[in-house]
């Protein structure tokens, strides 16, 4: 949680919210309480760094994140995704994107 958070902190998103989701994942809309549902919504303004949609993003949502019935909140349309949201570190597009935002500078 504590990597995820700080992820938030360098001004990443979650990347279930990607303006490009839609071809990677199924959101079901029915399983998320209405008072949530604003955490699901597309960005528009997302910057994706040019990296492919990362099932393995210690900032994708577990499946099960705010529903409000047990039942699955997204589902992955790639088989790929089956183990979307338990990451437990960085993935390798997670730290690509974090030297895209922050690149080094040599001087």
């Not at 997302?46 to 409000?68: K, Q, T």
Request: charged share 30%; aromatic share 14%; with cysteine.
């Amino acid at each position: 949680i504590i990597v995820h958070e700080l992820m938030h902190v360098l001004g990443f998103y979650h990347e279930h919210v990607r303006i490009d989701r839609d071809f990677y994942i199924t959101i079901h809309w029915e399983n998320i309480a209405k008072k949530n549902k604003e955490l699901f919504e597309k960005m528009t303004d997302e910057e994706g760094f040019d990296v492919e949609y990362d099932y393995d993003s210690i900032l994708h949502y577990a499946p099960d994140a705010f529903s409000c019935n047990g039942q699955p909140t997204f589902s992955s349309i790639s088989p790929d995704g089956a183990n979307a949201g338990f990451a437990e570190h960085l993935s390798e597009k997670d730290i690509l994107k974090i030297n895209r935002m922050y690149p080094r500078s040599y001087k």
